[in-house]
Protein backbone atom coordinates (compact mmCIF):
# COMPACT_ATOMS: atom_id res chain seq x y z
CA UNK A 1 0.00 0.00 0.00
CA UNK A 2 1.28 3.47 -1.41
CA UNK A 3 2.39 5.68 2.06
CA UNK A 4 0.60 8.76 2.17
CA UNK A 5 3.20 11.45 3.35
CA UNK A 6 1.01 14.39 2.43
CA UNK A 7 0.80 17.56 5.10
CA UNK A 8 0.19 21.52 4.12
CA UNK A 9 1.62 22.94 7.56
CA UNK A 10 4.62 23.88 5.79
CA UNK A 11 2.38 25.18 2.41
CA UNK A 12 2.33 28.38 4.00
CA UNK A 13 5.46 30.23 3.79
CA UNK A 14 8.74 29.96 1.54
CA UNK A 15 11.82 28.33 3.23
CA UNK A 16 15.59 28.85 2.91
CA UNK A 17 17.37 25.91 3.09
CA UNK A 18 21.68 25.87 2.60
CA UNK A 19 24.15 23.04 2.12
CA UNK A 20 27.70 23.72 3.69
CA UNK A 21 30.89 21.41 3.74
CA UNK A 22 34.28 21.14 2.39
CA UNK A 23 35.04 19.62 -0.81
CA UNK A 24 33.55 16.21 -2.06
CA UNK A 25 31.06 16.55 1.05
CA UNK A 26 28.32 15.26 -1.33
CA UNK A 27 26.45 18.14 -1.19
CA UNK A 28 25.00 17.98 -5.01
CA UNK A 29 23.79 14.41 -4.22
CA UNK A 30 21.65 15.02 -1.29
CA UNK A 31 20.10 18.44 -2.93
CA UNK A 32 18.57 16.36 -5.42
CA UNK A 33 17.40 13.62 -3.01
CA UNK A 34 15.76 15.93 -1.16
CA UNK A 35 14.39 18.35 -4.36
CA UNK A 36 12.64 15.07 -5.40
CA UNK A 37 10.85 14.29 -2.08
CA UNK A 38 9.48 17.74 -1.93
CA UNK A 39 8.50 18.00 -5.41
CA UNK A 40 6.76 14.93 -5.17
CA UNK A 41 4.89 16.46 -2.27
CA UNK A 42 3.84 19.49 -4.29
CA UNK A 43 6.42 22.15 -3.73
CA UNK A 44 8.24 24.44 -5.53
CA UNK A 45 11.66 23.64 -5.03
CA UNK A 46 14.71 25.62 -6.41
CA UNK A 47 17.71 24.35 -6.60
CA UNK A 48 20.48 26.61 -6.79
CA UNK A 49 24.47 27.26 -6.49
CA UNK A 50 26.84 29.77 -5.38
CA UNK A 51 28.32 31.29 -6.68
CA UNK A 52 25.77 31.17 -10.18
CA UNK A 53 22.25 30.87 -9.80
CA UNK A 54 21.81 33.91 -13.24
CA UNK A 55 23.88 34.75 -15.51
CA UNK A 56 26.06 36.92 -13.87
CA UNK A 57 26.62 34.47 -11.16
CA UNK A 58 27.60 32.26 -13.80
CA UNK A 59 29.75 34.54 -14.92
CA UNK A 60 31.72 35.59 -11.86
CA UNK A 61 31.68 31.47 -10.57
CA UNK A 62 33.70 31.11 -13.88
CA UNK A 63 36.52 34.07 -12.72
CA UNK A 64 36.83 33.06 -9.61
CA UNK A 65 36.92 28.97 -9.72
CA UNK A 66 39.47 29.35 -12.97
CA UNK A 67 42.54 27.70 -12.05
CA UNK A 68 44.26 29.96 -15.01
CA UNK A 69 42.93 33.22 -12.03
CA UNK A 70 46.10 32.34 -9.89
CA UNK A 71 46.80 35.69 -9.31
CA UNK A 72 43.19 36.57 -8.18
CA UNK A 73 44.29 38.18 -4.49
CA UNK A 74 42.07 37.59 -1.42
CA UNK A 75 40.06 40.50 -1.41
CA UNK A 76 39.35 40.36 -4.72
CA UNK A 77 37.88 37.03 -4.47
CA UNK A 78 35.72 37.75 -2.02
CA UNK A 79 33.95 40.76 -3.40
CA UNK A 80 33.49 38.49 -6.22
CA UNK A 81 31.73 35.87 -4.65
CA UNK A 82 29.95 38.60 -2.53
CA UNK A 83 28.47 40.08 -6.25
CA UNK A 84 27.11 36.96 -7.04
CA UNK A 85 24.96 36.60 -3.83
CA UNK A 86 24.01 40.02 -4.04
CA UNK A 87 22.70 39.10 -7.85
CA UNK A 88 21.27 35.60 -6.35
CA UNK A 89 19.35 37.03 -3.52
CA UNK A 90 17.81 39.71 -5.15
CA UNK A 91 16.69 37.91 -8.50
CA UNK A 92 15.86 34.39 -7.20
CA UNK A 93 16.02 34.08 -3.73
CA UNK A 94 14.08 36.51 -2.06
CA UNK A 95 11.42 36.58 -4.76
CA UNK A 96 11.01 32.57 -4.56
CA UNK A 97 10.64 32.89 -0.58
CA UNK A 98 8.31 35.56 -1.28
CA UNK A 99 5.70 33.59 -2.81
CA UNK A 100 5.95 30.39 -0.81
CA UNK A 101 8.91 28.54 -2.59
CA UNK A 102 11.13 26.28 -0.96
CA UNK A 103 15.35 26.95 -1.75
CA UNK A 104 17.77 24.71 -1.63
CA UNK A 105 21.06 26.16 -1.89
CA UNK A 106 24.82 24.40 -2.45
CA UNK A 107 26.90 26.99 -0.07
CA UNK A 108 25.98 30.46 0.85
CA UNK A 109 27.45 32.90 3.62
CA UNK A 110 29.09 30.18 5.93
CA UNK A 111 31.38 28.96 3.11
CA UNK A 112 32.15 32.63 2.78
CA UNK A 113 33.34 32.86 6.61
CA UNK A 114 35.00 29.02 6.29
CA UNK A 115 36.81 29.77 3.04
CA UNK A 116 37.73 33.83 3.06
CA UNK A 117 37.54 34.46 6.69
CA UNK A 118 39.07 31.44 8.30
CA UNK A 119 40.56 29.65 5.24
CA UNK A 120 42.61 33.18 3.67
CA UNK A 121 42.51 34.62 6.91
CA UNK A 122 40.73 37.98 5.78
CA UNK A 123 39.52 39.81 8.61
CA UNK A 124 35.90 38.33 10.02
CA UNK A 125 34.47 41.26 10.91
CA UNK A 126 34.37 42.74 7.49
CA UNK A 127 33.25 39.32 5.80
CA UNK A 128 30.49 39.42 8.18
CA UNK A 129 29.49 42.55 7.31
CA UNK A 130 29.90 42.14 3.35
CA UNK A 131 27.65 39.07 3.98
CA UNK A 132 24.64 41.31 5.43
CA UNK A 133 25.63 43.90 2.74
CA UNK A 134 25.00 41.19 0.31
CA UNK A 135 21.87 38.92 1.83
CA UNK A 136 19.41 42.04 2.24
CA UNK A 137 18.03 40.43 5.44
CA UNK A 138 17.82 37.26 3.94
CA UNK A 139 18.71 34.30 6.25
CA UNK A 140 18.68 30.43 6.05
CA UNK A 141 15.74 28.77 8.00
CA UNK A 142 18.10 25.72 8.50
CA UNK A 143 21.95 24.84 6.93
CA UNK A 144 22.80 20.68 6.85
CA UNK A 145 26.48 20.29 7.67
CA UNK A 146 27.64 17.79 5.32
CA UNK A 147 31.44 16.28 6.40
CA UNK A 148 32.73 13.35 5.59
CA UNK A 149 34.00 12.52 9.01
CA UNK A 150 38.01 12.33 7.98
CA UNK A 151 40.79 14.75 7.30
CA UNK A 152 40.55 17.54 4.40
CA UNK A 153 42.47 15.31 1.61
CA UNK A 154 39.50 12.68 1.75
CA UNK A 155 37.07 15.50 1.03
CA UNK A 156 39.36 16.87 -1.74
CA UNK A 157 40.24 12.98 -3.09
CA UNK A 158 36.20 12.80 -3.66
CA UNK A 159 36.14 16.27 -5.02
CA UNK A 160 38.88 15.83 -8.21
CA UNK A 161 39.37 11.97 -8.71
CA UNK A 162 38.01 13.08 -11.97
CA UNK A 163 40.64 15.50 -12.85
CA UNK A 164 40.49 19.00 -13.68
CA UNK A 165 40.75 20.16 -9.93
CA UNK A 166 39.27 24.16 -9.50
CA UNK A 167 41.02 27.39 -7.65
CA UNK A 168 39.38 26.34 -4.49
CA UNK A 169 40.47 22.63 -4.68
CA UNK A 170 43.89 23.67 -5.46
CA UNK A 171 44.36 25.84 -2.51
CA UNK A 172 46.38 22.85 -0.55
CA UNK A 173 45.50 20.76 1.94
CA UNK A 174 46.00 23.13 4.72
CA UNK A 175 43.77 25.63 3.36
CA UNK A 176 40.96 22.88 3.01
CA UNK A 177 41.81 21.49 6.93
CA UNK A 178 41.27 24.95 8.14
CA UNK A 179 37.96 25.12 6.18
CA UNK A 180 36.73 22.20 8.17
CA UNK A 181 37.77 23.29 11.13
CA UNK A 182 35.74 26.26 10.63
CA UNK A 183 32.60 24.67 9.39
CA UNK A 184 32.41 22.74 12.82
CA UNK A 185 32.72 25.67 14.93
CA UNK A 186 30.05 27.58 13.01
CA UNK A 187 28.30 24.40 13.89
CA UNK A 188 29.25 24.65 17.26
CA UNK A 189 27.99 28.15 17.85
CA UNK A 190 24.43 27.74 15.76
CA UNK A 191 22.84 24.33 16.63
CA UNK A 192 19.83 25.31 15.83
CA UNK A 193 20.55 26.43 12.18
CA UNK A 194 23.22 24.12 11.55
CA UNK A 195 22.89 20.65 11.96
CA UNK A 196 25.91 18.14 11.00
CA UNK A 197 25.69 15.13 8.51
CA UNK A 198 28.47 12.57 8.37
CA UNK A 199 28.27 11.46 4.69
CA UNK A 200 30.69 8.95 4.83
CA UNK A 201 28.13 6.02 4.79
CA UNK A 202 25.47 5.02 2.27
CA UNK A 203 23.97 7.50 0.24
CA UNK A 204 20.32 6.02 1.52
CA UNK A 205 21.85 6.23 5.70
CA UNK A 206 23.16 10.08 4.67
CA UNK A 207 20.08 11.14 2.77
CA UNK A 208 17.79 9.63 5.98
CA UNK A 209 19.66 11.91 8.40
CA UNK A 210 18.85 14.69 6.29
CA UNK A 211 15.42 14.43 6.28
CA UNK A 212 15.48 13.83 10.24
CA UNK A 213 17.20 17.25 10.68
CA UNK A 214 14.43 18.56 8.89
CA UNK A 215 11.57 17.58 10.49
CA UNK A 216 10.78 19.79 12.25
CA UNK A 217 10.14 22.22 9.04
CA UNK A 218 8.56 19.55 7.23
CA UNK A 219 6.70 17.72 9.57
CA UNK A 220 5.60 15.13 7.09
CA UNK A 221 9.32 14.05 6.62
CA UNK A 222 9.24 12.26 10.09
CA UNK A 223 7.39 9.43 8.24
CA UNK A 224 9.99 9.47 6.09
CA UNK A 225 12.85 9.37 7.56
CA UNK A 226 11.80 6.74 9.45
CA UNK A 227 11.27 4.38 5.99
CA UNK A 228 14.14 3.13 5.06
CA UNK A 229 12.67 1.38 1.68
CA UNK A 230 11.77 4.95 0.61
CA UNK A 231 16.11 6.20 0.44
CA UNK A 232 16.77 2.47 -0.98
CA UNK A 233 14.20 2.76 -3.81
CA UNK A 234 16.25 6.76 -4.44
CA UNK A 235 19.35 4.82 -4.68
CA UNK A 236 18.19 2.38 -7.10
CA UNK A 237 17.31 5.47 -9.03
CA UNK A 238 20.40 7.14 -8.94
CA UNK A 239 21.94 4.32 -9.67
CA UNK A 240 20.15 3.62 -13.15
CA UNK A 241 20.76 7.09 -14.02
CA UNK A 242 23.82 6.45 -13.63
CA UNK A 243 24.39 3.42 -15.51
Known sequence: MTQDFSDTTDALRGIFITFEGGEGAGKTTHIRFLSEALRAHGREVLCLREPGGTEVGEQLRAVVLDPANDGLSDEAELLIYEAARAQLVAQVIA????????????????????????GRGLPRMFVDRVNEFACQGVHPDRTILMTTGGAANVGLVRATHRGGADRLEQAGEQFHARVNEAFVEI??????????????????????????????????????????????????KRSQVEA
Open 95 to 118: PALERGAVVLCDRFTDSTVAYQAC
Open 187 to 236: ARCDPERVRVVVSDGSKSATAAAVFAELADLFPWMAQIAADPAFFERLDV
